[in-house]
């Protein structure tokens, strides 16, 4: 079984910038998709990006397009999620999560069976 546990979460101003890291244990990351996602108190969960298990097809949920960058070291077993020109409305709980296939539909990514506890991230205005 998968296990991912989330880092780099944190409290950031207006502007600023964090990078998440995930790492994976107990299987063959390098056959994963792997993805990011967040939920804000009171909301739902939403997509933020996935990759797939080469890290040559990257996707992304449309509120993160050009703000954040999804990448993965399958020597490391992670993958990381970088986030520029952070805004409060990004304050959420940040969770990593993992799938042996995965179905980008556009807008939002299904599939995902493994999940990480989370890591917060909190945008001060």
């Known amino acids: 079984q998968v296990q991912l546990v989330e880092s780099g979460g944190g409290l950031v101003q207006a502007g600023g910038s964090l990078r998440l890291s995930c790492l994976a244990s107990?299987?063959?990351?390098?056959?994963?998709?792997m993805g990011w996602f967040r939920q804000a108190p009171g909301k739902e969960r939403d997509f933020v990006a996935g990759?797939?298990?080469?890290?040559?097809?990257?996707y992304y949920g449309d509120p993160m397009k050009g703000r954040f960058t999804i990448s993965r070291d399958n020597a490391e077993n992670t993958v990381y999620l970088q986030l520029n020109d952070l805004k409060p409305d990004d304050t959420a709980v940040y969770y990593c999560?993992?799938?042996?296939?995965?179905?980008?539909?556009?807008?939002?990514?299904?599939?995902?069976?493994?999940w990480g506890q989370g890591t917060q991230v909190t945008v001060s205005s």
């Open positions: 999560a993992a799938a042996t296939s995965a179905r980008f539909t556009g807008s939002t990514m299904t599939g995902f069976q493994i």
């Open positions: 107990g299987r063959s990351f390098n056959t994963l998709v």
């Open positions: 990759i797939d298990w080469a890290g040559i097809g990257t």
